[in-house]
């Protein structure tokens, strides 16, 4: 039983039993307590708004959680303004309402579904009359805003529930804090879109979206058929099809281009676009650059939808300075007031040992670290070496240590030893083969991902670069260095003494600066140009099916 109280004298004691009562019930109850009610001389339109507004609020049918939970707040929060409407002036829907309404139609700007919100069923509710009509539509209206508004404010799902490598708490908002703002509002449908993401990186998207959808509209871009590798300095029908690609994607010029030699600016354009797909720039269109140049509009649209849900997790304020490395582009960037200072390619997680996405903050620099060697990686890679040579990791300055008592590895009984026990630890010292390289860069976090040096250099010229064991390796560590400690006044020259030493120091930030390990397969620069990238770790598809994504996303 729920005691629900009203403003002046009128006090219900309305029994919700069951979540699957129908309205007919709760009415009777109402209607029922209403007449009990002695001395009262209630004002009939009064008493008929209270019961059609009770009777459409508690009802509750087969609801998720969380539509409970939002479906009670709502409740909750028109009981306390004494059930007073926010759509509805004179017995008539609002002109705000009637905007909301057309927000809710054109979800699909912001990579949403309208028939989430009931946009297509709120329209013709405008015409309802009478209470039970006009309340239907106030709490429909509510219902509807509500969900769309925190589906703007921390996206359609919780990351870190469709998939646990994904660490990210999206700031949400109460369905009564968000219909108090709405109340409060001189422009409603302004403060409604307001609980999207206010970043020029959102806009940026929705623009493109917008620009996908007209595509779509004309039946989809120009498909190049297949054939052998098409290469600079070859004549080929296909040349004249390519060029029409490659004007649609606004990588080329309509009038930059003739004939069926596939030379001059066509070759550049498809450079370009290789360089938007993150693939090899080498103008040869091969099987993976035809791939991307056929992948569909629909295709593309989803993967867009699927980026905008991930932007709308992340927060607006990266910080300033701020790191921010994609694992999907396999790049780091530094940015400060807003503009990129320093940006490098980088190795990541292998798909068996996928970086997460999360966010902390660096502290400090080490300068000519050890490896502790981590445990799986001991037991799983190095013990089975050992096992046949307890002396295989000595050319390479491993020490075996139990506590802090350095061993003779010959003298280790590693055949007694398995991933389920290993009761020592390996340690690498500080030198030319040590697998941190000459500097790591420390955001301690609960993953023990770091950002360091490595002496894997040939990998980076890789256009794939997934190799590590989940943290981030940067080709020029002494490069990044000399962005994050320059800000504190550090010189290169004084970095370099540091590293010369050979021995391990620690440099710490005067200030911690955030860092953001995010996952976007789709992003719009500022300059315009639309990036693409495969989803190596599977997590578009996850997203998709989590989100109910019709289209196929590869």
């Not at 009203?6 to 209403?34: M, P, Q, R, W």
């Not at 008539?92 to 057309?102: D, G, M, Y």
Request: glycine letters at 6%; hydrophobic letters at 40%.
């Amino acid at each position: 039983m729920r005691q629900i109280l009203k403003s002046g004298c009128l006090a219900l004691a309305i029994a919700v039993l069951s979540t699957t009562l129908h309205a007919e019930t709760i009415g009777t109850i109402i209607k029922e307590n209403i007449s009990a009610q002695p001395g009262e001389e209630s004002d009939a339109q009064s008493t008929d708004w209270y019961f059609a507004m009770q009777g459409r609020l508690n009802l509750i049918e087969n609801r998720l959680v969380s539509d409970i939970q939002r479906t009670e707040e709502i409740a909750l929060w028109y009981e306390e303004r004494d059930y007073a409407p926010i759509w509805i002036v004179d017995g008539k829907p609002t002109r705000s309402a009637q905007e909301v309404i057309f927000a809710l139609l054109t979800a699909y700007e912001d990579g949403l579904v309208p028939v989430e919100y009931q946009a297509a069923v709120m329209y013709p509710k405008l015409s309802q009359e009478g209470d039970e009509g006009l309340a239907d539509f106030e709490v429909s209206l509510s219902q509807s805003v509500t969900l769309y508004g925190q589906h703007l404010r921390s996206g359609r799902v919780n990351p870190n529930r469709i998939n646990r490598e994904l660490v990210l708490y999206p700031k949400e908002i109460s369905a009564d804090r968000l219909l108090q703002q709405l109340a409060d509002s001189d422009n409603q449908l302004e403060t409604l879109h307001s609980f999207a993401p206010r970043t020029v990186r959102y806009e940026r998207m929705k623009k493109h979206l917008q620009h996908l959808t007209v595509w779509r509209a004309k039946g989809g871009w120009t498909k190049v058929p297949e054939g052998e590798s098409l290469k600079p300095g070859m004549s080929d029908p296909r040349v004249a099809v390519l060029r029409q690609r490659l004007i649609e994607s606004r990588d080329l010029p309509e009038d930059a281009h003739e004939g069926d030699l596939y030379d001059g600016s066509l070759v550049n354009a498809l450079k370009y676009f290789q360089f938007r797909m993150g693939l090899e720039a080498d103008g040869v269109v091969g099987p993976a650059t035809l791939a991307q140049l056929n992948t569909s509009v629909e295709e593309r649209i989803a993967q867009v939808e699927l980026n905008l849900e991930r932007r709308r997790w992340m927060q607006a304020d990266f910080g300033d300075p701020h790191i921010l490395v994609n694992l999907a582009d396999q790049v780091i960037k530094v940015v400060k007031n807003a503009k990129t200072i320093y940006a490098e390619v980088t190795q990541v997680g292998r798909p068996y040992y996928r970086t997460p996405v999360f966010s902390d903050e660096m502290e400090y620099l080490e300068f000519n670290p050890y490896w502790n060697v981590p445990y799986s990686i001991a037991t799983k890679e190095y013990l089975p070496k050992l096992k046949k040579n307890p002396y295989a990791l000595q050319s390479k300055a491993f020490r075996v240590l139990a506590k802090d008592k350095v061993l003779d590895p010959g003298q280790v009984p590693w055949h007694s030893y398995s991933q389920g026990e290993f009761p020592v630890r390996l340690r690498q010292d500080p030198g030319p083969s040590n697998a941190l390289g000459r500097v790591k860069f420390m955001f301690p976090n609960e993953f023990s991902i770091y950002i360091h040096d490595t002496p894997a250099q040939s990998k980076f010229d890789r256009e794939s670069r997934y190799f590590s064991h989940g943290c981030i390796r940067v080709q020029n560590p002494f490069g990044l260095a000399e962005a994050l400690l320059g800000m504190q006044g550090m010189s290169r020259s004084e970095i370099d003494a540091i590293a010369n030493t050979g021995k391990r120091k620690i440099v710490k930030l005067k200030n911690k600066i955030p860092v953001h390990v995010i996952y976007l397969t789709a992003w719009v620069n500022k300059d315009g140009a639309v990036h693409y990238r495969r989803d190596v770790y599977g997590r578009d598809t996850i997203l998709a099916k989590a989100l109910l994504v019709d289209a196929k996303i590869e």
